[in-house]
């Protein structure tokens, strides 16, 4: 099975930053299948990016995706109050689909 | 919109039989194109997927959980269900049920904790 290993584990930042989070994968994902959640305490993940560069249904456009085949990015261009929470990477090219263990993006 | 709601004890005795149900209202579950997916969040955050039915019954299990999994799909009554035989202490999880886009979960429960002890 794929390996996703997320950096960093932690990220601490202000609201109005910016902030990159990457996902690295143990062998290429096929076809770029590849997706990101947030998870906020108590609540399920929410879906902002698939196929590596959509983003969902009604998600802002200051979360975008990126990367292809061992590597994958999820940039938040200008982080609100709402955006502190925890992040997920996730693929879906190889079975079984397989998660990150998360990172986590902390108010400073 | 497409909403799910999980059902089911939350205390299961090992090596006991933890059985959930994932009730779907605001569309069919018979709609073709989905699958309709189990997936685990263990202590410590890990995600882990178990498996995916499709409306006509069709199912894709995780290897590592394949032995002990069972997928089940009423579409009369829009409902999927999970049963894990066999349980143990690390089987102790939040339960999700979520539908599926071909890999990926758009629409998910609200979560099910399910502790397993003696």
């Known amino acids: 099975e794929i390996v996703l290993t997320q950096s960093p584990g932690t990220l601490s930042l202000s609201p109005g930053e910016g902030a990159t989070l990457s996902c690295r994968a143990s062998?290429?994902?096929?076809?770029?299948?590849f997706a990101w959640y947030q998870q906020k305490p108590g609540q399920a993940p929410r879906l902002l990016i698939y196929d590596a560069s959509r983003r969902a249904t009604a998600i802002p456009d200051r979360f975008s995706g990126s990367g292809s085949g061992t590597d994958f990015t999820l940039t938040i261009s200008r982080l609100e109050p709402e955006d502190f929470a925890v992040y997920y990477c996730q693929q879906y090219g190889n079975s079984p689909w397989t998660f990150g263990q998360g990172t986590k993006v902390e108010i400073k | 919109q497409v909403q799910l709601q999980e059902s089911g004890p939350g205390l299961v005795k090992p090596p006991q039989t933890l059985s959930l149900t994932c009730n779907v209202s605001g569309g069919s579950i018979s709609i073709s194109g989905y699958y309709w997916s189990w997936i685990r969040q263990l202590p410590g955050s890990g995600l882990e997927w178990i498996g995916y039915?499709?409306?006509?019954?069709?199912?894709y299990y995780n290897p590592s959980l394949r032995s002990r999994v069972a997928i089940s799909i009423d579409t009369s009554t829009n409902h999927f269900s999970l049963n894990l035989t066999s349980v143990t202490a690390a089987d102790t999880a939040v339960y999700y049920c979520a539908r599926d886009n071909g890999g990926y979960w758009e629409y998910w429960g609200q979560g099910a904790l399910v502790t397993v002890s003696s």
């Open positions: 062998q290429s994902v096929t076809s770029s299948y």
């Open positions: 039915i499709y409306y006509n019954g069709d199912t």
